[in-house]
């Protein structure tokens, strides 16, 4: 964690305001490792100062972090791994806090994963209640064809139960191959390779494009950024919890074109027989 203004890390933590802080401190009501601190620009690293006011500690608040990787194959949806494997978390080099991946992808699916430190809202995304549209592309072996797609329209069985209704569009077929795009809500192991497999395809080459509303355009491969104060908000109106302290945008790793995931406009469901 960085150092940061005394002011600043009182008030996150819930003393007092911005300005009320800075007459606490200028007041000498506030201590740093032991020391009255009165001088009003002082840096701190909250993370690991003990920080006091009239002798009580102040309770750390975390900064809460919101990041976006574009994951790449062969890298393991997970905080550690017991076999060594490189893991999401690995390739964010820029954050200090603990965060912790939103769901995840299977080792060898592509694209948009949410990593955060927000346990509430990493529930709120998860919750098979709130329905979050996940979209996915897919590269199959095959030419395929609309009535078996059909299937996926309206739900099929797999040996965990009924797949809710997909929204599916074939968006090529070259040669001996075809790009499907494919937008569910649920979160099942391997599901949409698993929905493939039942109607008799199977997936080359997987990729999340979208994950509520958020799109992973504009970072490579690796590549992740922080989510804007808009982004977060916006998670937070789709899973119906208030907005709390969130981190400021900063900026990660990549190539200048970092910032322009957008929010996808909403879109209206179209299902067989709808
Ligand atoms: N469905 C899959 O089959 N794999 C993923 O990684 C995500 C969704």
Redesign the pocket.
């Given at each position: 964690m960085s150092e940061e203004r005394l002011q600043k890390i009182l008030s996150r933590a819930g003393v007092a305001s911005r300005r009320a802080a800075e007459v606490l401190i200028a007041e000498g009501h506030v201590t740093v490792d032991g020391k009255v601190v009165k001088e009003l620009g002082t840096k701190v690293d909250a993370a690991r100062a003990d920080i006091r006011v009239d002798g009580r500690k102040i309770k750390r608040s975390v900064e809460k972090i919101y990041v976006m990787l574009n994951k790449p194959r062969r890298v393991l949806s997970a905080v550690s791994d017991d076999h060594g494997r490189q893991t999401v978390v690995d390739l964010i080099d820029d954050v200090e806090e603990k965060i912790f991946p939103i769901g995840r992808?299977?080792y060898n699916?592509e694209g948009l994963l949410l990593l955060t430190n927000d346990g509430e809202l990493a529930n709120g995304l998860m919750h098979p209640r709130f329905e979050v549209d996940k979209t996915?592309r897919a590269v199959l072996k095959g030419r395929v064809d609309e009535e078996r797609l059909d299937r996926l329209r309206v739900g099929l069985k797999l040996e965990d139960g009924m797949t809710a209704p997909a929204l599916v569009e074939t968006l090529a077929i070259e040669g001996d191959e075809s790009l499907v795009e494919i937008t569910i809500h649920e979160g099942r192991n391997?599901?949409?390779?698993?929905m493939f497999s039942a109607i008799g395809y199977n997936i080359k080459r997987?990729r999340?494009v979208k994950f509520a509303g958020l799109t992973v355009d504009g970072l490579k491969l690796g590549e992740h950024r922080r989510l804007n104060k808009r982004e977060v908000e916006a998670l937070y109106r789709l899973t119906g919890l208030e907005a709390k302290a969130w981190s400021s945008e900063k900026s990660s790793s990549g190539d200048g074109q970092r910032g322009s995931s957008k929010i996808a406009p909403s879109r209206k469901k179209k299902f067989v027989g709808s």
């Open positions: 992808l299977d699916t996915y391997r599901q949409v390779r698993r997987l999340r």
